[in-house]
C-alpha cells in the first residue's frame, strides 16, 4: 500500500474518532443534565474542541494533520531525518479535567508519523486525585484484556514504557496511576493499525464507564483543594517533560491547541 493511501486510512480514522469521543463527553454532560457542548475551534492544520461543562470542568480534543520540515536541531531527534527534514503528521490528542475530584484526569493521543520512516505512538493514563483501588484494577485490566487481543507482550511492554514516561522525576513521584505508552512503532502498519484504533475505541469506552460511575457523587472542599494541587503536578509534566508538547511546539503546531491540555485552575505546595 503506497504512503498516501495509508495517511489518508489513518487521517480519516482519527477525524472519526474526534466525532465519537466528543460525542461520548456531551452525552454525559446530558446525563447528568446540562446540555453544554464541545466549542469547534479550526486552524490551518486542523480542529481541536474545547468544552467546559458541568462534568468535565474543562476538556480538550484536538484533531491535528501538520506537515512541514523539523528545525535541524530537532530532527536530530526524529528517526528518518537523516537527510531530509520534511515530515507528516496526524493525531488525535484528549485531556479531560473532570469538575468532580472524585473523578480521574484522563489523557490519551494516538499519532502517526511519516518522514522517510513511519510509526504510530500513543497511550493513555488516568490521575486519581484520591485513592481507588478498584478503579485502578478495573482500568488496567481493561487495557490489558485490549493489549492481549494484538499481542501478550504488549501491555507489560507498554505499561512499564508508561510507568516511566509519566513520572516526574523532581518530585520523584508518578503523575497518575499509569496506563500504557508506546511510540516509534513500526512493526507491521495492518497490525500497528488495528491496534491504534482498538486504543483509541478502548479510550472512548473507559472514560464513559469511569465518569458516569462517579458524576454524581458529593464531595468536600478538601478533596478539592487536593485535586488543584494534583493539577498542579500535572502542569509541571506537561511543560517540563511531556513529549507530545515538544513535538507540537518544534513542527509549527497551533500553541492553543497544544496547551488545552492544561486544567483551567490549579494550586502548588
Known amino acids: 500500500m503506497k504512503i498516501q493511501k495509508k495517511q489518508k486510512i489513518v487521517k480519516k480514522w482519527f477525524m472519526k474518532l474526534q466525532?465519537?469521543?466528543?460525542d461520548n463527553v456531551e452525552k454525559i454532560e446530558k446525563n447528568y443534565?446540562?446540555?453544554i457542548k464541545f466549542k469547534k475551534n479550526k486552524w490551518k492544520y486542523g480542529e481541536y474542541r474545547i468544552i467546559?461543562?458541568?462534568?468535565?470542568?474543562?476538556?480538550g480534543v484536538a484533531f491535528s494533520n501538520v506537515m512541514g520540515k523539523f528545525s535541524k536541531e530537532f530532527a536530530k531527534k526524529i528517526p528518518g531525518t537523516e537527510t531530509n527534514s520534511y515530515f507528516w503528521s496526524t493525531g488525535v490528542s484528549?485531556?479531560?479535567?473532570?469538575?468532580?475530584?472524585k473523578i480521574p484526569a484522563m489523557h490519551f493521543n494516538t499519532r502517526f508519523i511519516c518522514t522517510k520512516k513511519i510509526w504510530f505512538g500513543g497511550g493513555m493514563d488516568a490521575t486519581p486525585n484520591l485513592v481507588d483501588n478498584k478503579e485502578k484494577k478495573y482500568f488496567h485490566n481493561q487495557l490489558k484484556k485490549m493489549c492481549d487481543n494484538h499481542n501478550k507482550k504488549y501491555y507489560p511492554k507498554y505499561k512499564k514504557l508508561c510507568d516511566k514516561y509519566f513520572f516526574l522525576p523532581h518530585r520523584k513521584e508518578m503523575r497518575g496511576i499509569g496506563g500504557i505508552f508506546f511510540d516509534y512503532k513500526m512493526d507491521d502498519w495492518n497490525k500497528d493499525f488495528l491496534f491504534i484504533k482498538d486504543v483509541g475505541i478502548t479510550f472512548a469506552n473507559l472514560t464513559k464507564t469511569i465518569i458516569e460511575k462517579k458524576m454524581f457523587k458529593k464531595w468536600t472542599k478538601n478533596e478539592k483543594e487536593i485535586q488543584l494541587v494534583k493539577r498542579g503536578r500535572y502542569v509541571e509534566f506537561n511543560l517540563l517533560y511531556d513529549r507530545g508538547t515538544k513535538f507540537g511546539l518544534n513542527s509549527g503546531g497551533n500553541p492553543k491547541s497544544i496547551l488545552?491540555?492544561?486544567?483551567?485552575?490549579?494550586k502548588w505546595k
Open 52 to 59: 467546559k461543562g458541568n462534568v468535565i470542568e474543562k476538556g
Open 19 to 22: 466525532n465519537l469521543i466528543c
Open 33 to 35: 443534565g446540562s446540555n
Open 94 to 101: 484528549v485531556v479531560l479535567h473532570p469538575k468532580n475530584p
Open 260 to 266: 488545552m491540555s492544561m486544567p483551567p485552575n490549579a
